[in-house]
């Protein structure tokens, strides 16, 4: 390993002469192994913490970007009992994970794009700005998950808190097979480029269990399939209450927005269900 001087940087290389860590004259740390502090925290006042190809890890401290963003290209951001906070930047795991033991705080967002935004026994905190999950789940397991001025999204997997997902649907993934892990989840179905139709678990594996589709747009259809004719109950249609004979699918034909299908397993052979269809046609088959 050797150290070369300039003017203006330093930069360390391994015995094969690659570069492994740069620090230049205005403070900037750029490394392509990872950062790691076991005992204190990585601080950057105005600037920002770049990770290329490793991660950044703080074992008991805090990872904090003042005025900068904190980015890990293809690893993981970890604080196991510490904080990760940009102020006035991002957080930004393009390829991992945001895994914080206590509190994540971004300015401007929280984005993973092929990994999750997890908080195990703290709060996931956008303040002014969005909590992104493109690829993976946002899960807080004993904390809450807020968005003070934006949004949460998960576009292709949940929002999860104590094990109850909100999971947005769009055409491109219909059919969609709801699973029993699932329970207690709400399930909103973006309509606006077609039909979607929802598949439930096996009458047996659906006791105890309990889902709600609600409908995200007011065009196409909402369609919602267990597995045998055995859904008993009834839906409010535009004032009228569709009394249901146990039948197999429930199809909400357009419609308004928020039109909703709650459906419980009660029996190892028997569903109930209940609904609104404020602005659709509603039909058992």
Not at 206 to 215: D, E, L, N, P, S
Not at 260 to 279: D, K, N, S
Request: net charge negative; hydrophobic share 45%; glycine share 14%.
């Amino acid at each position: 390993m050797s150290i070369k001087y300039s003017t203006d940087q330093q930069v360390i290389t391994n015995s094969t002469g690659a570069e492994i860590f740069r620090l230049d004259n205005t403070g900037a740390i750029t490394t392509s192994a990872g950062l790691t502090a076991t005992s204190g925290g990585l601080t950057a006042t105005a600037g920002g913490l770049t990770v290329t190809a490793g991660g950044a890890t703080i074992t008991a401290g805090d990872i904090t970007a003042t005025a900068g963003d904190i980015i890990a290209t293809a690893g993981d951001i970890t604080a196991t009992a510490g904080d990760i906070t940009a102020t006035a930047g991002d957080i930004t795991a393009t390829a991992g994970a945001v895994i914080a033991g206590t509190t994540v705080t971004a300015g401007t967002g929280l984005r993973a794009t092929t990994g999750g935004v997890i908080a195990t026994a703290g709060d996931i905190t956008a303040t002014a700005g969005d909590v992104i999950a493109t690829a993976g789940d946002i899960t807080a397991t004993a904390g809450d998950i807020a968005a003070t001025a934006g949004d949460i999204i998960a576009t292709a997997g949940g929002v999860i808190m104590h094990g109850t997902a909100i999971v947005p649907d769009v055409t491109a993934g219909s059919p969609v097979t709801v699973t029993d892990a699932r329970s207690n989840s709400f399930y909103v179905a973006d309509t606006t480029g077609g039909n979607i139709t929802y598949t439930l678990p096996a009458l047996a594996d659906c006791v105890g269990r309990k889902w709600t589709f609600i409908k995200g747009a007011a065009g196409n259809n909402m369609i919602i399939t267990a597995a045998g004719a055995n859904v008993y109950g009834a839906v409010h249609e535009n004032d009228i209450d569709v009394e249901a004979a146990p039948n197999t699918t429930a199809t909400f034909t357009a419609g308004a927005i928020g039109d909703y299908f709650e459906i419980t397993g009660v029996h190892a052979t028997m569903m109930f269900a209940r609904g609104q269809a404020a602005g659709a046609t509603f039909a058992w088959s």
